[in-house]
């Protein structure tokens, strides 16, 4: 069936299937990428992937309910080991590869960068 | 209305509430955070009832297996029976048999009281009078007549000592557990596996190894056992029995220093797992021994292609030294 545009962003792209099968590709990114891996490196690999799966979840627009708060609290810690706008921009754009490479459309792609920039100055603790 | 037992009381619960949601409204302290299905905060256990399956969407085979889900999105039809994850009895047990079968590694064999339902791959925690306790990793079959366990002796480790040097067999000791998911799950038959070990993380991957091969396991079964020496290796003939009468097993001891010989590669374990599979899209890992190994194997074999949910790994964290 067509996507029609009275689904929302996170049906579109395919919903929980769709996390499932861009996490791994994603987290595999970011963990290659000296830029921003030793953000991502965490003992337990588990807890990572979980967290990764909780952020597409959000910028695919689903079910995850973060509020402004909870995003600034989650990322104090790394603000603090130099976490800055040049990381982010490396996230956003290993999301955008991550999500080609499973095939989504680059329209969609442009949503999720939007929502993954919204939450900039909440990540950013500014 | 249906009704969620969990600890020893029946609470009910409305048809459009969570397992989470109506344990929580009946002032049960349940963990959670996302409540969407995606943090796994609030990780339970289902003890009776079926459990939909969109409540254990995303889990690890392993855990599926024992009932582990999602409280948070599980909207069961009837009623559910749950437990916290990780709350086991304690059970009594002899010593049946010690045999040093390798350097500083003793076989601990043991009668339990009663059957213990476990996956070889789990481990248990070994209770001796007094209350000391240490967790070590199961590498028997469950139709064995005993558990078998490999202890490493530690340098001023209590327990490993007294298994080393003092007990013997018919001492009474009890176990706790079984716990963890780090073992075979059948289904995949034909799926290549990949079990990569240090000192006695060999324990959990000899009763894997053993396991999947009960089970009619069809694809390509691959074995690393590294140490330091070659003395720290043990077991070197038993696997290479194993892998003589089963083509689809291979076994490759792995030695940190030392000489390359027919038998033996040489080289850190990381490195000489990777030379000889360095693409493992497709594959299903298990990594059991060192801790720093454990995390840093994860990671390359996650990074060479194997998928997130595919890596069972068992880190064989030591116990605190305690005076």
């Given amino acids: 069936m067509e996507p029609t545009s009275s689904q929302s962003l996170y049906e579109q792209l395919g919903g929980e299937p769709a996390v499932d099968a861009a996490v791994d590709v994603f987290y595999r990114k970011v963990l290659s990428d000296d830029r921003v891996s030793r953000f991502f490196d965490d003992v337990d690999m588990d807890r990572q992937i979980a967290k990764q799966k909780s952020f597409l979840t959000m910028v695919f627009g689903g079910p995850v309910a973060y509020t402004g708060k909870d995003m600034r609290a989650g990322h104090a810690h790394l603000v603090e080991r130099g976490l800055d706008d040049s990381h982010v921009d490396a996230v956003i754009e290993l999301l955008g590869q991550s999500l080609r490479e499973v095939g989504a459309p680059e329209h969609l792609i442009a949503k999720v960068a939007g929502i993954a920039e919204s939450a900039r100055a909440d990540v950013l603790n500014r | ?323």
């Fill in chain 2, 1 to 323: 209305m249906p009704g969620i037992t969990f600890e020893g009381r029946t609470y009910p619960r409305e048809q459009s509430e969570s397992v989470l949601d109506a344990l929580l409204r009946n002032g049960v302290q349940a963990p959670h955070s996302c409540k969407a299905g995606s943090c796994g905060s609030c990780l339970m256990r289902a003890e009776q009832g079926v459990v939909p399956a969109r409540a254990q969407a995303g889990l690890k085979d392993s855990w599926r297996s024992q009932g582990y889900f999602l409280a948070c999105v599980c909207h069961p039809d009837g009623d559910l029976a749950i437990s916290k994850v990780g709350s086991d009895a304690e059970l009594g047990a002899t010593l049946a048999d010690l045999r040093l079968i390798g350097a500083g590694v003793m076989r601990v064999r043991l009668h339990c009281d009663a059957a213990l339902s476990f996956r070889p791959g789990q481990y248990v925690t070994l209770v001796r009078e007094g209350g000391l306790a240490r967790s070590y990793s199961i590498a028997s079959l469950p139709e064995e007549s005993a558990i078998e366990l490999h202890v490493r002796r530690v340098e001023g480790g209590q327990m490993s000592t007294w298994l080393h040097e003092t007990a013997s067999v018919g001492d009474r000791v009890s176990v706790i557990g079984p716990s963890g998911e780090c073992f075979y799950v059948p289904g995949k038959e034909d799926q290549p596996l990949l079990l990569v070990g240090t000192g006695t993380g060999l324990a959990p991957l000899y009763g894997i190894l053993r396991d999947a091969l009960r089970h009619g396991h069809r694809g390509p079964i691959h074995l690393f056992h590294g140490a330091l020496h070659r003395g720290g290796l043990y077991l070197t003939e038993e696997l290479r029995r194993i892998a003589d009468r089963y083509s689809h097993v291979e076994y490759t001891p792995a030695v940190l220093n030392g000489t390359a010989e027919d038998d033996l590669a040489v080289g850190a374990i990381d490195d000489v797992v990777l030379r000889r599979f360095p693409k493992l899209a497709g594959w299903r890992g298990y990594v059991c021994g060192d801790p720093a190994l454990v995390k840093l194997l994860r990671k390359k074999l996650f990074l060479s292609g194997m998928g997130s949910r595919e890596i069972y790994a068992d880190a064989f964290v030591p116990a605190a030294q305690t005076s």
